[in-house]
Structure formats: C-alpha cells, structure tokens
C-alpha cells in the first residue's frame, strides 16, 4: 500500500471519528453534562481496569460474529442488514434442542445446539441471497423484511408452543439445566463465545486472503460479469457467503443462550444484530478489521452503566454514540478514494501562461 492509497483509507475514518466526536459531545454539552467527563467516563468504563476490559469483551462476543454476518455477504458484494432475525432464530433453536436433550452430556449437546443455531441462521439468511439471485429481489430489503417476520416467528414461538409454563411475567422458552450453560474462559469471566467469534474472524479472513474460494468471492463480488467470464459460480458463490453469513449470526444467538441467558427470551433480541451493521462499516467488511471494531463497540456499550451511574445519563446515551458514528461512517465514505496529494500539488503550480494568437495580416 502506497502513502496515497493509505491516506485514501486513512481520511474518512479520521473525519469520521472527528465528526462523532464533535457531534457527541456538542449533544452531551447541550444536555448539561460535562464532556470531557463523558468521554472520560467511557474509556474508564470500556478499557479502565480488568474488570472493565472483561466487561467489554463480553459484550464484544456476539458483536464479533453479527459483524462477520455482514462483513461476509459483502464480500460477494451483498448487503445484508437483516441478521437481527437470524440471530433470534438460531438462539431459538438452541433453546428447543437443549431443553430437549438436556439429559444428555454438556459435551455432545453443546456442538449440537451450535450446530443447530448456525443451520436455522444459515437457512434464513441464505434465502435472501437465493431470492436476490433466482427472483432479483433486492437483498437489503429483503433481508430487513426477513427479520420483522424472523422475530414475528420468534416472539411467536415463545409465547405459545415453547414457552415455559413457570415464565408468567416475561414469556421464555424451558431454562437450561445448570450443567449445559457455557462456561466461562480459563482464567476470565468471559464465556466460550467470545473463542468461537474470534476463531469465525481469523478463519474467514485466511479463507478470503489466501485460498482459491476467497478470490473467487472476491471477483464475484467485485465484478460479476467478469466472474461469470471465467466460469465462476457466481449465484451460488453469493448464496453461500450470505448463508456464511447468516450462520454466524444464528451462532451468537446460540451462544447468547447457553451462556448469558440460558433460554430463548425477548432479551435475545438486544440489538446485536443491528449493531453488526456498524462494525462491519467500520471495519471495511474484513473480517481481521471486524474484531477490533467489536471490541472498541463493545467498550463503549459496556461503559453506559457507568454512565448512568456517575452522571445520570440514561444507558441508552451510548446508542447515541453509537448512531453519530455510524452516520458520521457513511457520510464520510464519499470522501474515500479521492486524491489530496495531485489536487494539492495542482493547486499550488503556478498557472500555465495564456497563448495569444497573433492576428493575421493580410
């Protein structure tokens, strides 16, 4: 990469962190609240100690992989904002499988309820690229329609066939026993999730960098008609990479509820899935880029109880943030691929000189 393709990437995530920055804390200042204060209050909340740092990497867990579930799709050049649904579906299926083998070992339910999340997630996702393919429908809407009737279905399914009897207050599917909830990390209060997703980014990114499948998602994504040129798969090459997609979104739900909630509840569906839209921005849809953006997300969500409890902001001010910084991502996309240094250099030459023609004589 040379100095102009760098300040190519480098200048719109500059000016958007600029632009979120001054937006944030002008919001927070008109509030009444300090910003200097504020902004110091989510580094001490995200990143301040180990405590903070255990937090925030559990809140990056699922972010990895609802981040991968946009980032994948995109490389075949599909945008999918849908992965919402997906990740309520597939933590839906988990619930059913483990209540119905909770008599069987951890160890042979775990794979299974993984297994079965990411399939659920695959299958809903995968259809929206089928559509797009088979019926050109397009895939963002489609995606977002798929998600109202994925969580239509989840709420469903909750409140009536899976339910447990015992959840009167708030509708839940069975409970898992103790012994199938996930248990945490060696050494840290973080669960195996945050293992799986960033296991997900490390293999899908070596997949797209270096092995004959990820330059051919490449070049289908990137220009299809030169894909099909070369006899490429370019339709199933898409459906697979939104299926990809949509199985890692399936996967966090599964992981959410063998290891926070240990059933299928509305508090599955706490906005990861939308919040895998930004980190997927953010990190350019590479897959390597997807796991510092969900860590630094994850920071700041984790930092909005420290908030509410130091200054009185509501919780839901880092989800401000949050929109600033992704409004800020893509209004600054338009300056990505512009060339400062030649417009620089243009700008200060001196002018060519004028040529006058000489009248003619007759």
Known sequence: MNV???LSSLIPAGAALVLTVVAFSLAVGLAGF?????????????????????????????????????????QAGRTIIG??????????????????MQAQPAVVVWPLMALAGALVGGLWIGLVGWLREAREVNETIA?????????AVFNQMVETVLRDPASLNKPSTHPLPEALMLPPL???????????????????????KFTPLGLALRVAGGNPTTGLGVGLRVSA???????????????????????VHGAANASLLAGYGTTGILIAFAARFSPWGVIPVAVLVGGIAASGSLLQRRLGLPDAAVLVL????????????????RRWPQRQRRAAAPPAPTVIAEPAHG
């Open 4 to 6: 102009r393709e760098l």
């Open 34 to 74: 300090p910003p200097v204060e504020v902004w110091s209050l989510i580094l001490q909340g995200g990143f301040g100690d180990a405590f903070a740092w255990q937090n925030t990497l559990q809140r990056a867990a699922p972010l990895l992989l609802t981040g991968l579930s946009v980032a994948l799709p995109a």
């Open 83 to 100: 992965s919402e649904g997906a990740l309520g579906l597939g933590g839906l299926a988990a619930a059913a499988l483990g209540h119905a």
């Open 322 to 337: 949050l929109g600033f910084a992704f409004v800020a991502l893509i209004g600054c996309e338009t300056l990505r691929g």
């Open 143 to 151: 995606s977002l329609l798929m998600s109202f009737i994925a969580i």
């Open 237 to 259: 090459l898409t459906i697979g990479a939104c299926a990809a997609g949509g199985a890692c979104a399936g996967l966090a739900g599964a992981v959410e509820v063998a290891a």
């Open 186 to 208: 060696p050494g840290l209060d973080v669960h195996w999730g945050l293992g799986l997703g960033l296991i997900a980014a490390v293999v899908a990114g070596a997949v797209l």
